[in-house]
């Protein structure tokens, strides 16, 4: 229904059944196809990110420590996910603000002169937000994974005289994809999507999809807005083709399968 309304005439405060790509042209004819970039680009820099930091973390919980110290470990993951989404946010305001811990602890360490401006209110802001808020989607289907992981096979690889960096490159990476696979899909899938952080951390002149979308359904613009969400999940469906293209999706998909 949303592909379907995106092509309807708009009314004054709804719109009515027929076909206009009048929607498409005010999308595509002025700037949202550069937040719409800008959006992409943020998203796969928080995927990029959000493996970066999770990986190691999932590797450690799901392949160096007890099950029971790894469960508490990760309820501590969950703990934050409690509290509201917009308190969350407001909290890295009061942290990277010049006033902020952040901020404050660079100058007392003698790192920076003066409080750092950039922190908040920029790109920089946003990726932290989205990263932070992204990481345990992507830390529990990577740990997962890992903790499926025969330790037959890593015990096979090293008596055929493997050095363990090369038994986790071709050994250890390799089985885990599963969870890398599902953990990129729910942080893009988040940070696409995501309003409450770009307008928070961002300021009032940053743009992302998201709040684009809002902006549009504030003016009640439904047919636009459903026009940028047909788009959005349609980049959503081109990426998902692509891996199934590059990867075996029927493996990756299936944690702890055999194939």
């Known amino acids: 229904m949303t592909f379907m309304w995106g092509f309807w005439p708009r009314t004054e405060f709804w719109m009515e059944p027929g076909f206009t790509l009048a929607s498409y042209e005010a999308f595509f004819s002025s700037g949202r196809v550069d937040v ?54 407001l909290s890295w305001r009061f942290l990277l603000g010049r006033e902020g811990l952040v901020n404050q602890t660079l100058v007392a360490v003698g790192l920076v ?81 995501e309003t409450a952080i770009p307008q928070l951390l961002g300021g009032s002149g940053f743009s992302t999809v998201g709040t684009s979308i809002t902006s549009v359904l504030g003016v009640l613009n439904y ?10 999940i349609a980049t959503m469906l081109v990426l998902l083709g692509l891996w199934s293209h590059f990867f075996d999706i029927d493996r990756l998909v299936s944690l702890g399968g055999t194939h």
């Open 36 to 89: 719409y970039l800008q959006s992409l680009r943020l998203s796969v820099i928080t995927v990029v990110l959000s493996l970066s930091l999770g990986y190691p973390v999932a590797y450690y919980l799901g392949r160096r420590l007890d099950e029971d110290v790894a469960f508490g470990l990760l309820f501590v993951f969950v703990l934050p996910f409690i509290i509201s989404s917009v308190v969350r946010t």
């Open 113 to 193: 002169n003066a409080p750092l401006d950039w922190l908040l209110f920029s790109e920089v802001a946003v990726v932290i937000g989205l990263v932070t808020a992204t990481l345990p989607f992507v830390i529990f289907p990577v740990w997962l994974s890992l903790r499926t992981i025969d330790d037959s096979l890593l015990e096979a690889s090293a008596d055929l005289g493997a050095h363990p960096v090369t038994t986790f490159r071709r050994v250890t990476v390799p089985l885990s994809l599963p969870g890398v696979f599902a953990a990129s899909i729910f942080s893009f899938v988040t940070a696409f999507g």
């Open 223 to 232: 047919p636009l807005a459903a026009a940028i969400s047909s788009i959005s």
